[in-house]
Each structure stands twice: as structure tokens, then as C-alpha cells.
């Protein structure tokens, strides 16, 4: 009982800390003005009836020229100031973390709310509150849930973070603004493109204006620089001190894998992202990896150049990461390298579907797509326990590379809108690498 209790809480906690969070953007200072007069108002009502219909009546008449956009928040805001009063004590947090210690690996969901309880219980500068949206919203990306994904980013801004908040997370007024500017910034964001293509690692933010700057500030890691793969252990520990970190460096010896892998992938509307480190395909349900005859859904696949995994100290033209999921949340990601030689068809449709702005999701129109269409024939593996790529490198991801490689060609290799996007391979630290 007391468990679905702290669930309750932590479902109210995670859309205040979206209320909090809208609260902080600078373009919700209007309306958050006007939320503090409807309560107001609201408040005087109570005193006399006849007062209580008057004010009403004001209210009612500024609320149905606010229409949609404030009650929803108001509703929020209520419930907000619930559940802050039910966490004065500090002892639900304290009681939901001892709750989830059994637990090893906790839902983007429940991070997030684990985020949100920490943040309205010891403040925004609470490190654990960072720490859990992060987790978060690294967990998310692998999914397709933009809830927990827009709740773990504008946790992370209300907590004074400056990261990147996607365009459909963002209040409606805001999400007007921006898309009038880029409407007139059009050239301008062609050229940045440009300019990242040439090699300088910060150019991406170049082409978004000096207003813009402001509110989308830089990402938190990238592939070279000052935020480079050896600095990512600074904000994602697990990055330096993990000790089955990917990708690696396949080469022998061996041990002999029994594993029975098999992937039955289905075609779907094509829906992408360009998520500021990679393109990524997400995957309706249905695509599915039987590993050992446990179903692991796919969730999304992604590129890298050049493939991050090396063969015998080699390294491919590209690599294919299919990221899957199965009911425990273990994941699961299928390496398919992609050697320079003839045209993909595949990635030929792909390419001309390439979205045009960063962290929206473009689902052209009519498009379908079968992740299949990228795989090789043969399906021998090398398998080993490894990590993300990305930050926070979380742990606990089952790998298979395999052997067959699938063609892509020169063009494509070259037409593909990051210069360079693959996390040097990392130290085996007697992990046992498979081969079947
Ligand atoms: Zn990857």
C-alpha cells in the first residue's frame, strides 16, 4: 500500500516538476503572472458568497480569454503545491529511494520522478536531482516517450542546467517564436551545416542566433574538443571509472558462443531524428531480436562514422547500432558494419528523408521503412557485455557485431551530416569476447 502511495507521488511529483520547469523559461513569465492573479482571485471567492460569485465571474471571463493554455497549468499548480506540502518532511524521498535500492536499473520514468522528488524536496542544486534526470533522459532517448523525455529536460533547465530542449517540449508561445525565427534564419542554419561538415566541432552552434543562444545553449558532450570522449568521465563518472565500457576492439581469442540470435524486423512509417550526435530511426512496435528465444523489441537504430567497433584493430567505413529492449529492461544492441562498395538502397531512403532541423522527430509523409533492409544474410556474431556509447555509458548492454558486413557507398558515407561521431574503442578488462 504504502509503495502505491510513493508511485502516486512520484506521478504528481513528475508533472510538477514540468510545471517547474515551464515555470523557469523566460517566455512563461507572462503566464505565470497571470496564473498568480487567477489565484488570487480565486482565493478572495472564498470570503463571502456574493463576493465569490463576483470574483468568479471575473475569473471565469479571464479564463475563457486564456482559454486551454492556463487551465491545464493551473490544475499543475494545485497539484504542485500538494505535493510540496507532502514532501515538507523530506521522508517520502527518503522512503521512495529505499524503495528502488532493491532495484538495479530503474525506468527513465521513475528516474525522472526520483529527479522531481529530489528537486522539490532539497532544491534545484541538489546533485541527485541532475544526476537522476540525466539518467533519465539518457534512458529515454532510447525509447520514444516524449513525456519523460520533456519532464527530464526541463527538470534539468529549471535546475539552471543549460542543455537543449526539444522543440515540442517547449510552451507554445516559445515553440511560435522559435519557428518564426528559423522560418528567417533559414540560410543562416544551411550554413552552420556546412561548416560542421568541415571539421570545426563547435561550428553547430554557430548558426542558431544570439537570441537563440541564450535558451539552447551547447550539448553537454561531444566527439572532439574541450568535451571530448576523455573528458565525458567529468559529468558521467560511469564514462572513466566503468570497467565494461564499449566499443571495443574485436580480435581473438574467442570463446565459442551457443547463442541462437535472430532478428524479425517489421516495415513501419519512417520517423527520424537528428538528435545533435547522430541520426536515429525510431521504431514503432513489432520489430523484434530473439536472443535465445527471449524477445527483445527494437526501439530505435542509429549511425555511426566511422563504426566505432574495430575488427582486428580496423575500423569500418560506418556502423549500423539497432538498440533493443526486452521486459526486464535489459538491452540488447545489434552491430551492423558497413563497408564502402556499392550503393544501399536502404540508406538511399534514409538519406533522402534526412530531417532538416535538430531534436524533431520528421515523419515523412508516406514513407515506410524496414529496418531489415539493413541487415546482411549470414547472422554469425561476435558477442561481448558492454555499455551506451554515449553518455552516461550506462552498463549492462549484451552486444552483437556482426561478422557479414552490408555495402554503403562512398557518396553515402560522405552524404551522412556528421564528420564524425564514434567514441574510441575502450580497454577489454577481461571481459570474454564471443564468436559463434
Ligand atoms: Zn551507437
Known sequence: MKRILLEVFLVAALIGASVFGFMNQKQAAVSKAKITELTAAAEAAEK??????????????????????????????????AVKAALASGSTLSDLENAYKKEKNLSAERQTGLGALRMLTKGAEDPGALEAFRKALQLSELGDRKNTICAAQLGLVAAGEKIKVMADCLPKSEKAARGDKEEKDGH??????????????????????????????????????????????????????????????????????????????????????????????????????????????????????????????????????????????KLAVLGVLLKEGNENPGIKTLWANLPKEENVEYVPEGVNFNPGNLLPREFDFYSYEGSLTTPPCTEGVRFFILKTTVNIAKEQVHAFPFKMNARPVQPLNGRELLSN
Not at 66 to 71: D, N, V, W
Open 48 to 81: 463571502t458568497v456574493k463576493e465569490k460569485e463576483e470574483s468568479l465571474k471575473a475569473a471565469e471571463e479571464e479564463m475563457s480569454a486564456l482559454q486551454g493554455e492556463i487551465t491545464p497549468l493551473e490544475e499543475k499548480v494545485n497539484q504542485l503545491e
Open 188 to 329: 543562416d542554419k544551411d550554413h552552420s551545416h556546412g561548416k560542421k561538415e568541415d571539421g570545426k566541432g563547435k561550428a553547430k552552434d554557430d548558426g542558431h542566433g544570439a537570441k537563440k543562444d541564450d535558451k539552447h545553449a551547447a550539448p553537454h558532450w561531444d566527439y572532439e574538443g574541450e568535451m571530448g570522449p576523455e573528458k565525458w568521465g567529468k559529468e558521467f563518472p560511469t564514462c572513466a571509472k566503468g570497467k565494461s565500457q564499449s566499443p571495443l576492439d574485436i580480435k581473438g581469442p574467442f570463446v565459442k558462443s551457443r547463442m541462437v540470435v535472430s532478428a524479425d524486423y517489421k516495415e513501419g512509417a519512417l520517423k527520424m531524428i537528428n538528435n545533435g550526435h547522430t541520426i536515429q530511426v525510431n521504431i514503432p512496435p513489432g520489430s523484434k531480436l530473439r536472443v535465445d528465444g527471449i524477445v527483445h523489441e527494437l526501439l530505435q537504430f542509429h549511425f555511426h562514422k566511422p563504426s566505432e567497433e574495430k575488427i582486428d584493430g580496423k575500423p569500418m567505413a560506418m556502423v549500423v547500432h539497432f538498440v533493443h529492449k526486452n521486459a526486464d529492461g
